[in-house]
């Protein structure tokens, strides 16, 4: 009998030392999803990048809003308040980010990562687009200047899959348990990424050294990397086009036998489609991604759509 109560009392501590052990368990691994899992992303493409990555497993917040500019973005208290409490900083770097580092200092967070997206990518430099040759693109720009060289790599397929790794390797040092994961999607995304390169390949193949007009010195990689010219003139005023601003258009029109205009969407471009009609030149829109959907796939979406307007004006 006693033997009995023996074994019920045993089978009860083990019942309860194993109770026990889950519970440290589940303790342990919450702190850990919760270490690992509250991540900043600072714009839109590198948000969409991050969460193709993360999946579900992780909570990640965009820190400059959609449809705000990441070159003239002036920090908020709650930026602040948001990093302090982060993980995992996820930025586009090369520069791009100019008010980061002083929001980090404000933020004073020792548990902070940092994940710089364009680690060992090479900016094409200012300098780089002056040359009048076909291996670089013709530069006319004094809008925001980029000391680090060009910043807008994310707008280059190649590049992309470069920054996607960057952020998958960042990811999987700052939250281990998550690797497999992390690999997991980035493998998926980085084969869609491929599948972009091939179709902006194939489709711009006939149109080597195509000269267009973008207003917005954003688009040198994604020109260099099909053999494209982007030939950017002085970055023009969103609300009011002054004649002079018209005339200059029209001579580098003129001057490099462009032939098309690209403005990005959003741009108030009244004005422009009368000075393309005036040139008789296509008018498209090109997509620079601060503004769209927090989907990783409208990333291929606003591509695709940059691939079919750059078709139609080289065509």
């Not at 993980?87 to 200092?105: C, M, R, S, Y």
Request: with cysteine; hydrophobic share 35%.
């Amino acid at each position: 009998m006693s033997r009995k109560f023996q074994w019920i009392g045993n089978s009860l501590l083990a019942a309860v030392a194993l109770i026990i052990t889950a519970c440290l368990v589940n303790l342990s691994s919450a702190a850990q999803d919760r270490n690992g899992s509250k991540i900043i992303a600072t714009f839109l493409p590198i948000y969409m990048f991050t969460k193709a990555i993360t999946g579900e497993t992780g909570e990640i917040e965009l820190l400059i809003p959609a449809g705000a500019d990441p070159h003239e973005y002036q920090a908020t208290p709650e930026n602040a308040r948001a990093i302090a409490k982060a993980d995992v900083l996820v930025k586009n770097g090369l520069g791009l980010e100019e008010f980061l580092e002083k929001l980090v200092n404000v933020a004073s967070n020792p548990q902070l990562q940092e994940i710089d997206a364009s680690k060992n990518i090479k900016p094409i430099e200012k300098d780089d687009n002056n040359h009048h040759d076909h291996d670089h693109d013709h530069d006319h720009d004094h809008g925001h200047s980029h000391e680090q060289g060009n910043p807008h790599v994310w707008l280059d397929p190649v590049l992309a899959q470069q920054q996607v790794k960057n952020i998958r390797d960042g990811l999987v040092k700052a939250n281990p348990n998550n690797a497999t994961t992390y690999q997991a999607n980035a493998s998926i995304y980085l084969q869609k990424l491929q599948q972009l390169d091939q179709e902006f390949k194939t489709r711009l193949a006939d149109f080597k050294g195509c000269k267009f007009i973008v207003f917005h010195d954003a688009y040198p990689y994604l020109a260099k990397r099909y053999n494209l010219q982007q030939i950017s003139v002085v970055e023009l005023p969103q609300d009011y086009i002054t004649p002079r601003d018209v005339q200059r258009v029209i001579n580098t029109t003129k001057e490099y036998e462009v032939k098309g205009l690209l403005v990005e969407i959003g741009f108030n471009d009244s004005r422009m489609e009368k000075i393309a009609k005036d040139l008789g030149l296509p008018l498209k829109k090109l997509n620079p991604m601060n503004s769209g959907l927090l989907d990783p796939e409208y990333y291929f979406t606003a591509m695709r759509s940059n691939l079919n307007s750059l078709e139609e004006v080289c065509k």
